[in-house]
């Protein structure tokens, strides 16, 4: 009963802030149900299409493979959510000086996180249903839909539990953690990618597997405490303060070192290092396994791989450039009054904002840029211009997060500042559109022209860059008349 009181605390928490929003933006909750509806419509018809021409072997997409990928993705998206609602928040304090069993504040926390992805899933399911009976050709076994919730409960859980181990007190006891969950992980991919399995198969594993990993984060319980001090408390450093950065302007050197200071001590940077290495990762592994592609157009064949390269510039940009762009003004919550109070211009603050967030530019493109085409013995004029149009898109993915955080700030400390999901989901989706542009222009440009390609890739960069400034410049004068 304890963990269901945490849970409907959480979630009627939840809903009022949602329904706020919804209240101020309707327009943008029609626009959110239109473009969710769209996206599961292009799903069905991309799902349909592949159907009727089908796939070079290589390529080939097994049942099998599209939900281990629905475990995977979801087990990236529990961890966050974990990460701000159970391990992150102050507040969780008041919970956890309760009477209560750990096991109750840690499993009301999951069900929280549970309940509104659940949500969004049955939505898409709901949604898929329709379009099949509306009379798109797409078979929709049960043992998918069924294997699907399922993958997504164990993705979530799984998500969790590596949360609360991933945040532990010391790198000893985090690899020690992390590699007692290993096995699970490890297990789903065998059950479902590694051995091929047929639909019913793949529906079994994951039936035995979903309990394991719902066992997971009561497990994992007893180390909250430990795990939200290590994330709340910092790290002390002894001798005297030295700034990450050496500017001339004095006040901007202080609020930017602030701002990556405060990144370091909330674990931020290591995160976003550790999500543009996997990612980076993730592309270098798919060519390993894919190898050249067999099967493919000519036409296409060369594409295929500058494709999955710019895919990962979005995915990168969006999730760490657009959303600490988004979040900006609003990770500040109660604490605006004091960086209000200080007499500094808010274009010096929203500089220094904006140029914390750019820093990460420099890792997208080591890590998720050149891994990838230097492997596969890319030309350098087209190494030259993916570094071109990633440094472009991440400008223009910048400049789209701060002008946004800027013009709707998010001040609910159960999201840390961070933008709803029905926010998130209409900015991705205006990225991905924004990205298509940045980086389709010069490419197309380059297919006739390959000197003219790259000198369009560095006039949109210029652009982009242009577009940082005057986002950075627009926020500050927004941030200039908010009441601290």
């Known amino acids: 009963m304890r963990a269901y009181a945490v849970y409907a605390a959480e979630v009627l928490d939840g809903v009022r802030a949602v329904a706020a929003r919804i209240r101020r933006q309707r327009s943008g909750a029609v626009w959110f149900a239109l473009l969710f509806a769209g996206t599961v419509w292009l799903a069905l018809r991309l799902a349909e299409f592949t159907l009727v021409i089908g796939l070079p072997p290589t390529l080939e997409i097994t049942p099998g493979t599209l939900l281990f990928l629905a475990f995977f993705a979801t087990l990236g998206k529990g961890a966050v959510d974990a990460y701000h609602r159970a391990i992150r928040p102050d507040s969780l304090v008041f919970l956890l000086s309760q009477p209560m069993d750990r096991r109750a504040v840690a499993l009301g926390k999951f069900l929280t996180v549970l309940a509104f992805n659940l949500a969004f899933l ?33 993705g979530l859980a799984s998500g969790f539990a590596l949360a609360v181990l991933g945040s532990l007190g010391t790198w000893r006891r985090k690899a020690a953690g992390l590699a007692a969950y ?25 039936l035995a597997v979903t309990p394991v990993a719902l066992a997971g984060v009561l497990a994992t319980s007893h180390l909250l405490v430990e795990a939200w001090n290590n994330q709340t408390s910092g790290r002390r450093r002894t001798g005297e303060p030295r700034p990450y950065l050496r500017l001339r302007d004095a006040k901007l050197e202080a609020l930017v070192d602030a701002e990556l200071k405060t990144m370091v001590r909330k674990r ?10 996997v990612l980076g990762a993730a592309l270098v592994s798919l060519y390993v396994i894919v190898g050249p592609p067999v099967g493919l157009p000519r036409r296409f064949a060369g594409l295929f791989y500058p494709i999955v390269v710019a895919m990962g510039i979005y995915v990168a940009a969006a999730t760490q450039l657009t959303v600490p762009g988004m979040s900006a003004l609003g990770k500040e919550l109660d604490r605006l009054w004091i960086l209000k109070s200080h007499p500094v211009p808010g274009g010096t603050v929203y500089r220094a904002k904006t ?19 230097v492997l596969a013995g890319f030309p350098l004029a087209v190494i030259s211009l993916l570094l071109l149009v990633a440094v472009a898109a991440s400008f223009a993915l910048a400049a789209l997060g701060v002008y946004l955080g800027a013009r709707s700030p998010n001040f609910d400390p159960n999201t840390q500042g961070l933008p709803d999901s029905i926010a998130l989901y209409n900015v991705f989706l205006a990225a991905l559109v924004l990205a298509f542009v940045v980086i389709g222009v010069p490419v197309g440009v380059y297919q006739f022209d390959p000197v003219l390609g790259i000198l369009a890739a560095i006039l949109i960069a210029d652009f982009g860059a242009l577009g940082v400034v005057l986002a950075a410049e627009g926020g500050a004068r927004r941030y200039d008349r908010l009441e601290s």
Do not use: N
């Not at 709901?126 to 164990?154: C, D, I, K, N, S």
């Not at 290993?182 to 994951?206: C, G, K, M, N, R």
């Open 122 to 154: 049955a939505a898409a399911l709901g949604l898929a249903v329709l379009f099949v009976a509306a009379g798109m050709r797409v078979p929709l076994p049960w043992e998918f839909g069924a294997g699907l919730v399922l993958a997504v409960v164990a």
């Open 268 to 277: 931020q940077v290591a995160l976003s290092l550790a999500t543009v290495v």
């Open 355 to 373: 140029a914390a967030i750019l820093l990460l530019v420099p890792a997208i493109l080591v890590a998720v840029v050149l891994p990838l085409p």
């Open 182 to 206: 290993a096995p699970v992980i490890a297990a789903v991919y065998v059950a479902l990618e590694s051995s091929d399995p047929t639909l019913p198969q793949a529906f079994a594993s994951l």
